[in-house]
């Protein structure tokens, strides 16, 4: 169905109680994939217990994180709190993660607040276990519009190692070509011309990532009701790199469920949490409309959207707030 948004569920609890009926699995439950591959878990990610049941003993090749920027939605007070509890999900990461593993964590920093919690938070990971391997940026093509700043296209993404990992270098090449010429060396004693000595005619990804479109509403991967989601693009190229074939990955922070559906379309494992039934069956749904119709998201539609026409309470509310059944 197209034309059918949803308003951010995050700011909407009425809508949320609404939708609550239509998941699957409650507060503590885990999602386990009829094909025996994924594993979508609902409960804080700093609940060892329930991460220790949910792995049930397995160790992780990956980890690719996403924590919520608003520190406001966990009613954190200040960015000492937050990192606080940053700290403990990362260490329960570490423990779960195999002697040459992989640690992402996206990691917003806010311009009017002194950059929080960003410069507090690479402080703890010094003594997290994690060794630092870069600070990514990855450029929105859209930014946030002011007259008196300068225009903030980023996100930032940081990247750590435990161990030894795998990099695949053939999983970073981007598919921007590479049509720079000039920079010359010699080799065996003579001047090379750097496209002649590339095997790629395409440009290798570096820290600065400036190819990969943000998410919006006119792409087939969008999810209506999600805020903040991140493009497919940039976590496929996460799990190409610093993962194999059949290995592990695990999302404390699923969302929209990207990290699980590029671990299905790259044949890896994905253990994902989230809080809250909303994003876990967002996720479990995004899972199973792309094994069936192989589209990545809903574009302008909705995960719920066969419920919500279905249901006249829900339907009413959508009305009187915000007219979005006069779309159809």
């Given at each position: 169905?197209i034309n059918?948004?949803?308003?951010?569920?995050?700011?909407?609890e009425?809508?949320?109680n609404?939708l609550l009926?239509y998941c699957?699995?409650?507060?503590?439950?885990i999602?386990?994939d009829?094909?025996?591959?994924?594993?979508?878990?609902?409960?804080n990610?700093?609940?060892?217990?329930?991460?220790?049941?949910l792995?049930?003993g397995?160790?992780?090749?990956l980890?690719v994180h996403?924590?919520?920027?608003?520190?406001?939605?966990?009613e954190?007070?200040?960015?000492g709190?937050?990192?606080?509890?940053?700290?403990?999900?990362?260490?329960?990461?570490?423990?779960i993660l195999?002697?040459?593993?992989s640690?992402y964590?996206w990691l917003?920093?806010?311009?009017?607040?002194?950059y929080?919690p960003?410069?507090e938070?690479?402080?703890m990971?010094?003594?997290?276990?994690?060794?630092?391997?870069?600070?990514?940026?990855m450029?929105?093509?859209?930014?946030?519009g002011?007259?008196?700043?300068?225009?903030?296209v980023?996100q930032?993404?940081l990247?750590?190692?435990?161990?030894n990992p795998?990099f695949?270098?053939a999983?970073?090449?981007?598919?921007?070509p590479?049509v720079?010429?000039?920079?010359?060396?010699?080799?065996g004693?003579?001047?090379?011309?750097?496209l002649?000595r590339?095997?790629?005619?395409?440009?290798?990804a570096?820290n600065?990532?400036?190819?990969?479109?943000q998410?919006?509403?006119?792409m087939?991967e969008?999810?209506?009701g999600?805020y903040?989601?991140?493009?497919l693009?940039?976590?496929?190229?996460?799990v190409?790199t610093?993962?194999?074939?059949n290995d592990?990955?695990?999302?404390?922070?699923?969302?929209?469920g990207?990290?699980?559906l590029a671990?299905?379309?790259?044949k890896?494992?994905?253990?994902?949490v989230?809080?809250?039934?909303?994003?876990c069956?967002i996720?479990?749904?995004?899972?199973e409309?792309?094994?069936?119709t192989g589209k990545?998201?809903?574009?302008n539609?909705?995960?719920?959207?066969d419920?919500?026409?279905?249901?006249?309470?829900?339907?009413?509310?959508?009305?009187?707030?915000?007219?979005?059944?006069?779309?159809l």
């Amino acid at each position: 169905m197209i034309n059918f948004p949803l308003p951010r569920l995050d700011k909407d609890e009425v809508l949320r109680n609404f939708l609550l009926k239509y998941c699957r699995i409650k507060p503590g439950g885990i999602w386990v994939d009829e094909k025996g591959k994924h594993k979508v878990g609902c409960f804080n990610c700093g609940d060892e217990k329930l991460v220790n049941r949910l792995m049930d003993g397995a160790k992780a090749n990956l980890a690719v994180h996403d924590p919520p920027y608003n520190m406001v939605a966990f009613e954190f007070k200040n960015s000492g709190e937050f990192v606080k509890w940053c700290a403990g999900w990362v260490e329960l990461s570490y423990k779960i993660l195999e002697k040459d593993a992989s640690f992402y964590v996206w990691l917003g920093a806010d311009q009017k607040k002194n950059y929080e919690p960003f410069a507090e938070f690479i402080i703890m990971m010094k003594e997290s276990g994690f060794t630092s391997k870069s600070f990514i940026t990855m450029r929105n093509q859209r930014g946030y519009g002011t007259q008196k700043n300068w225009m903030s296209v980023r996100q930032e993404l940081l990247y750590y190692v435990k161990g030894n990992p795998v990099f695949n270098v053939a999983g970073v090449y981007t598919d921007i070509p590479k049509v720079v010429k000039g920079y010359y060396k010699i080799v065996g004693g003579e001047k090379t011309e750097n496209l002649e000595r590339s095997k790629s005619d395409k440009i290798r990804a570096g820290n600065v990532w400036i190819d990969i479109q943000q998410v919006f509403h006119l792409m087939e991967e969008n999810v209506n009701g999600c805020y903040a989601q991140k493009p497919l693009k940039a976590i496929d190229r996460i799990v190409k790199t610093s993962s194999s074939e059949n290995d592990l990955i695990i999302d404390f922070f699923s969302h929209a469920g990207t990290t699980l559906l590029a671990s299905e379309k790259n044949k890896r494992i994905c253990y994902t949490v989230d809080i809250d039934p909303i994003y876990c069956e967002i996720s479990i749904r995004r899972l199973e409309n792309f094994r069936k119709t192989g589209k990545t998201g809903w574009q302008n539609s909705n995960p719920f959207a066969d419920e919500i026409l279905n249901d006249k309470e829900i339907s009413a509310y959508l009305q009187n707030e915000y007219k979005l059944m006069d779309k159809l």
